[in-house]
């Protein structure tokens, strides 16, 4: 079992940057694929970014590409995402997940990971 816990959420204004952490406990997470993933109010949670076990490949949802980074450390059991120049559009509950290895055409589907988090909450004020 994996357990993963999200932090580093919080309110900020628009164009200010966060980053959030995603420390996974259990047993090491170096074999799985780790992603990101957002749901706001009332709307389906949605793909954000995901990283192979390596760290090597990455994809990006087109709404955040060139903004949000994200990276991982192995050795730490951790998952990053680092967002610069947020927008009131990126309010949303963030969720980490974890999942097996998978061709970077399936990291955007919520269905292929096996593990999630609580979430962290991520306000953006205009």
């Known amino acids: 079992q994996v357990q993963l816990v999200e932090s580093g959420g919080g309110l900020v204004q628009a164009g200010e940057s966060l980053r959030l952490s995603c420390a996974a406990s259990g047993r090491p997470v170096t074999k799985n694929i780790m992603g990101w993933f957002r749901q706001a109010p009332g709307k389906e949670r949605e793909f954000v970014a995901a990283?192979?076990?390596?760290?090597?490949?990455?994809v990006y949802a087109d709404s955040v590409k060139g903004r949000f980074t994200i990276s991982r450390d192995n050795a730490k059991n951790t998952v990053y995402l680092q967002m610069k120049s947020l927008k009131p559009e990126d309010t949303a509950v963030y969720y980490c997940?974890?999942?097996?290895?998978?061709?970077?055409?399936?990291?955007?589907?919520?269905?292929?990971?096996?593990?999630w988090g609580q979430g962290t909450q991520v306000t953006v004020s205009s």
């Open positions: 990283i192979s076990t390596g760290g090597g490949s990455t």
């Open positions: 997940a974890a999942g097996p290895s998978m061709p970077i055409a399936t990291m955007q589907r919520l269905r292929a990971y096996d593990y």
